[in-house]
């Protein structure tokens, strides 16, 4: 399973948006007794019946760390492909709530006007979560300037504390049912604004390595226990967003596709480049392919081809290599038979990956003494190939290159190469997808 990415709520592209709150009106639906369903879920952060957040040390950061995740982790029990967004208030001026939870309705997949799940939440005594009356002029610019101060925090206990305190301010600032502990919960936005804490403590940690004080590691986070067992989740256990699978995508990026040997445009401005923490190129695929390839990627170079130069090229920004898994335990069959025996009549089966010295030279005279395993190849099956697979390219250093140094724009061109340097057609790589991941 592939990492799951968080994005900035505003970053969503349509069908994402509709992932989301679909996934969100189908926790809304369920009876109440669902273990999945929001009115549980909602009621573990205040109440009803019981109230189980934290605020203060420890456990401020790490139960809601865990809570946020037993929420999406329902939320992909409904849509497999959901991730919690954030809302990014933190990073600069912002006035009111991001634009797709403003609104009390929206336009659904069939053009018909529904109930926007962004907007309001179902509270457990009946009707819907509201916030202040004014929330659209409603700034956060000082809550955002306190944000940032805690970022140089030098230690875990003086980030949280400061955090925390700007965590406060936005729950009191969106004010209505955000504003008290007891009905937090209900309100969606309660976790794009957790998400955002949660980033902000994810990009501390990344800047300030080392462990959890003894108190916070050992705290216990009810009411989730770990997998399988009736333990519960200790600190320690969420400690590391990328060991809980998960991270925060910081910059809002709308891409063309990527595709091989076309050559894509990709509008990534210097300040992004310059600030990114990394940016790489993800293939990922269902199924290792069944012969072997690289890939080269090189920038503002649209003609690169499978004979540009390597060594010295600076529009080369790197190679990664797949190692094809064509199925050994594959039977012989038609697919395999020689093509040049075929054309001569031949009935023998091209014999398979692990062919004897016999099969090798059968045939041999009317190959011009060629054996097989040198001359003409059927293709391989169709279902050849081993377990999924996911690899990825680091380009951060040329994209950050002097040469490429305040430019908004960077032309990108997948060359695939086979293991004798042709051209490998697209059409025979199964790809599920190319994908530009900045963060």
């Given at each position: 399973?592939?990492?799951?990415?968080?994005?900035n709520?505003?970053?969503?592209?349509?069908?994402?948006?509709?992932?989301?709150?679909?996934?969100?009106?189908?926790?809304?639906?369920?009876?109440?007794?669902?273990?999945?369903?929001?009115?549980v879920?909602?009621?573990?952060?205040?109440?009803?019946?019981?109230?189980?957040?934290r605020?203060?040390?420890?456990?401020?950061?790490?139960?809601?760390?865990?809570?946020?995740?037993?929420?999406?982790d329902?939320?992909?029990?409904?849509?497999?492909?959901?991730?919690?967004?954030?809302?990014?208030?933190?990073?600069?001026?912002?006035?009111?709530?991001?634009?797709?939870?403003?609104?009390?309705?929206?336009?659904?997949r069939?053009?018909?006007?529904?109930?926007?799940?962004?907007?309001?939440?179902?509270?457990?005594v009946?009707?819907?979560?509201?916030?202040?009356?004014?929330?659209?002029?409603?700034?956060?610019?000082?809550?955002?300037?306190?944000?940032?101060?805690?970022?140089?925090?030098?230690?875990f206990?003086?980030?949280?504390?400061?955090?925390?305190g700007?965590?406060?301010?936005?729950?009191v600032?969106t004010?209505?049912?955000m504003?008290?502990?007891e009905?937090?919960?209900?309100?969606?936005?309660?976790?794009?604004?957790?998400?955002?804490?949660?980033?902000?403590w994810?990009?501390?940690?990344?800047?300030?390595?080392?462990?959890?004080?003894?108190?916070?590691a050992?705290?216990?986070?009810?009411?989730?226990?770990?997998?399988?067992?009736?333990?519960?989740?200790?600190?320690?256990?969420?400690?590391s967003?990328?060991?809980l699978?998960?991270?925060?995508?910081?910059?809002?990026?709308?891409l063309?596709?990527?595709?091989?040997?076309?050559?894509?445009?990709?509008?990534?401005p210097?300040?992004?480049?310059?600030?990114?923490?990394s940016?790489?190129?993800?293939?990922?695929?269902?199924r290792?392919?069944?012969?072997?390839?690289?890939?080269?990627?090189?920038?503002?170079d649209?003609?690169?081809?499978?004979?540009?130069?390597?060594?010295?090229?600076?529009?080369?920004?790197?190679?990664?290599?797949?190692?094809?898994h064509?199925?050994?335990?594959?039977?012989?069959?038609?697919?395999?038979?020689?093509?040049v025996?075929?054309?001569?009549?031949?009935?023998?089966?091209?014999?398979?990956?692990?062919?004897?010295?016999?099969?090798?030279?059968?045939?041999?005279?009317?190959?011009?003494?060629?054996?097989?395993d040198?001359?003409?190849?059927?293709?391989?099956?169709?279902?050849?190939?081993?377990?999924?697979?996911?690899?990825e390219?680091?380009?951060?250093?040329?994209?950050?290159?002097?040469?490429?140094?305040?430019?908004?724009?960077?032309?990108?061109?997948l060359?695939a190469?086979?293991?004798t340097?042709e051209?490998?057609?697209?059409?025979t790589?199964?790809?599920?997808?190319?994908?530009?991941i900045?963060?």
């Open positions: 399973m592939g990492m799951r990415i968080r994005k709520v505003t970053c969503l592209s349509t069908d994402e948006l509709h992932d989301l709150r679909e996934a969100l009106a189908a926790l809304y639906a369920l009876p109440a007794s669902s273990a999945d369903g929001f009115r879920l909602a009621g573990f952060h205040g109440g009803p019946p019981t109230a189980y957040c605020h203060g040390e420890p456990g401020f950061l790490t139960w809601h760390r865990a809570y946020l995740l037993a929420f999406e329902a939320l992909r029990k409904q849509r497999c492909n959901v991730t919690l967004p954030f809302w990014n208030w933190s990073s600069g001026p912002t006035t009111g709530v991001p634009e797709p939870c403003r609104n009390p309705t929206y336009v659904n069939s053009g018909a006007t529904v109930p926007n799940p962004l907007y309001a939440g179902p509270k457990p009946g009707g819907q979560t509201a916030r202040r009356a004014t929330i659209d002029t409603t700034t956060f610019d000082d809550l955002a300037t306190s944000a940032q101060a805690a970022m140089t925090a030098a230690t206990s003086s980030f949280s504390s400061q955090i925390d700007a965590h406060g301010g936005v729950h600032r004010g209505g049912d504003g008290a502990i009905t937090a919960g209900f309100d969606s936005i309660f976790y794009l604004h957790h998400a955002n804490i949660d980033r902000l994810a990009d501390w940690q990344a800047a300030h390595p080392g462990p959890l004080p003894a108190a916070e050992a705290f216990d986070l009810l009411p989730f226990t770990r997998p399988f067992t009736t333990t519960w989740q200790k600190g320690a256990d969420v400690e967003v990328t060991a699978g998960y991270a925060y995508r910081r910059f809002c990026l709308i063309p596709p990527i595709r091989l040997w076309t050559e894509v445009v990709l509008e990534v210097w300040e992004i480049r310059r600030e990114m923490a940016a790489r190129l993800a293939f990922q695929a269902g290792m392919p069944a012969t072997s390839f690289e890939v080269r990627a090189f920038l503002d649209p003609k690169a081809n499978e004979a540009s130069a390597l060594a010295g090229n600076a529009a080369l920004a790197g190679t990664v290599g797949v190692f094809g064509r199925s050994v335990a594959h039977a012989p069959g038609p697919a395999d038979q020689c093509p025996c075929a054309k001569l009549g031949r009935t023998d089966e091209h014999p398979a990956v692990e062919a004897g010295a016999e099969a090798l030279d059968h045939g041999a005279p009317e190959h011009g003494g060629v054996p097989h040198q001359g003409p190849t059927a293709p391989p099956p169709a279902d050849a190939g081993g377990e999924r697979f996911d690899v390219l680091d380009i951060t250093a040329a994209l950050r290159a002097p040469i490429r140094m305040g430019a908004d724009k960077v032309s990108l061109t060359v190469v086979g293991v340097g051209r490998v057609d697209p059409a790589i199964a790809l599920d997808g190319i994908e530009l900045v963060e």
